[in-house]
Each structure stands twice: as C-alpha cells, then as structure tokens.
C-alpha cells in the first residue's frame, strides 16, 4: 500500500501499490491525487504526516489572502458605518459645516467601497491559487 496526501483537502489515505504512477480520486473531497511511481522513504512519510498536520507552521498562502480579504471587507463596513453616522450628525450642522460633513461622508462611502472591491479581488486571487493547485 502506497500512502498518498491529497494537495487539495490535505487527506491522507492509502491506495494499492498497483495505481503507482496513476492518479486516484479523494476519498474526501473527491479531487484527483497522483499516486508516486516509487515508494517514498520512512523520511519523506514524516515530512508529509508533518505537513499534514502543520507541524512546520505553514500557513497556506490561500488561507493568508484569505484573511486579509475578510480585513478589507471589515474595513469596508466600518468605513460604511462611518458614512452614515457622519450624514445622520449633518442635520445638526449648518452653512459650510453640512458640506464639509457631507464631503467627509462621501470620501468615507468611497474608502468603503474601494475596500470591498479589494476585498472581492483578494478572493478572487485565492480561488485562482486554490484552483490552480488542483
């Protein structure tokens, strides 16, 4: 039997030593795992079960673009909030201070949307890495 790691759900599972050099399906996630032509040695087995249970710390870089998509999307409803309160406070305002109020609001509405527009982009990066690694 061939132990085998799928690169995409991190499963490990073992295959019969005749689908050496073939491909497999997942057992989990149903993606298709190559199957190595050689047996690998008891040094390379604990590489792989220590990079499938993350004992080096590595962080996908997915996971990471990941994260930092759901920072830009925070932002962009604090900022978003931020508009409203500055345009709910312009009623007390008068003369010059309701423009003033009113450009502050719209540079926040703006900053909000530049965000969640980043925040789209950075997941659609990491759906274009995830995917690319299947």
């Not at 930092?68 to 925070?74: E, V």
Request: with cysteine; hydrophobic share 50%.
């Amino acid at each position: 039997m061939i132990k085998v790691m799928c690169l995409k759900c991190q499963n490990i599972f073992e295959v019969p030593d005749s689908l050496a050099g073939q491909s497999e399906t997942c057992p989990n996630c149903r993606a298709a795992v190559p199957i190595p032509a050689s047996t690998p040695t008891p040094d390379t087995i604990a590489i792989a079960n220590k990079l499938a249970h993350n004992e080096y710390g590595i962080v996908p870089e997915y996971r990471a673009v990941k994260a930092l998509a759901a920072i830009y999307q925070l932002l962009g409803w604090g900022l978003l909030i931020a508009a409203i309160c500055i345009l709910l406070s312009a009623s007390r305002r008068t003369g010059e201070h309701i423009l003033m109020t009113v450009l502050l609001s719209v540079a926040c509405a703006l900053a909000a949307v530049f965000c969640f527009g980043f925040g789209q982009v950075l997941q659609c990066i990491r759906d274009i890495a995830r995917n690319s690694f299947q």
